[in-house]
Antibody, heavy 119, light 107 residues
Framework: QVQLVQSGVEVKRPGASAKVSCKASGYTFTNFAITWVRQAPGQGLEWMGWISVFTGDTKYGQKIQGRATMTTDTSTRTAYLELRSLRSDDTAIYFC????????????WGQGTLVTVSS | SSELTQDPAVSVALGQTVRITCQGD??????ANWYQQKPRQAPLLVIYHTSNRPSGIPDRFSGSSSGNTASLTITGAQAEDEADYYC??????????FGTGTKVTVL
């Protein structure tokens, strides 16, 4: 079954780090990039960045540049998003999504991971 | 980075037609994609590269574009089409961007 399955809920203190995982199955993992998108409560979708699984190249959005690291482990077919120095406005559902090779659209999504930042 | 602007909310009577628009300068150079998101669910791709429907998406969903505006049309809206809809595209620097989102209510 073609799917992306993400890790579970995280609750963090301000200033801490969070690491969300996204495990792919049912397709050739290295053939597609993975994009990360977040959605704050009651808000719209925010593109965070992408990683080429094949090359490891990354591109980050301006808002999280310097605080986020995207990586992949091809042996376990898993992508990771680490976000550091967490703030309350990082509270959101974090989605991973597969980027189609024909350009900037996302044809397969994970179920989302809620990260709550609270003191 | 670029911005994509959508109307916050639209309503449509059951069985009627509704058009959702997405405006932004980057759309003059790059095509738009559209996603449907229902409460507590991940987004679902419904249109890619302006007017292409992925497998499994009903043909009542269609897309078009002109100048700096992309449009998603639902012809014969069904109750299950009630959702939030987001456009997305990219800009010349390679950043991707989502629209502000439109809540569609089916009356």
């Amino acid at each position: 079954q073609v799917q992306l399955v993400q890790s579970g809920v995280e609750v963090k203190r301000p200033g801490a780090s969070a690491k969300v995982s996204c495990k792919a199955s049912g397709y050739t993992f290295t053939n597609f990039a993975i994009t990360w998108v977040r959605q704050a409560p009651g808000q719209g979708l925010e593109w965070m960045g992408w990683i080429s699984v094949f090359t490891g190249d990354t591109k980050y959005g301006q808002k999280i540049q310097g605080r986020a690291t995207m990586t992949t482990d091809t042996s376990t077919r898993t992508a990771y998003l680490e976000l550091r120095s967490l703030r309350s406005d990082d509270t959101a559902i974090y989605f991973c999504a597969r980027e189609n090779n024909n350009g900037w659209y996302f044809d397969l999504w994970g179920q989302g991971t809620l990260v709550t930042v609270s003191s | 980075s670029s911005e994509l602007t959508q109307d916050p909310a639209v309503s449509v009577a059951l069985g009627q037609t509704v058009r959702i628009t997405c405006q932004g300068d980057s759309l003059r150079s790059y095509s738009a994609n559209w996603y449907q998101q229902k409460p507590r669910q991940a987004p679902l791709l419904v249109i890619y590269h302006t007017s292409n429907r992925p497998s499994g998406i009903p043909d009542r969903f269609s897309g078009s574009s002109s100048g700096n505006t992309a449009s998603l049309t639902i012809t014969g809206a069904q109750a299950e089409d009630e959702a939030d809809y987001y456009c997305n595209s990219r800009d010349s620097s390679g950043d991707y961007v989502f629209g502000t989102g439109t809540k569609v209510t089916v009356l």
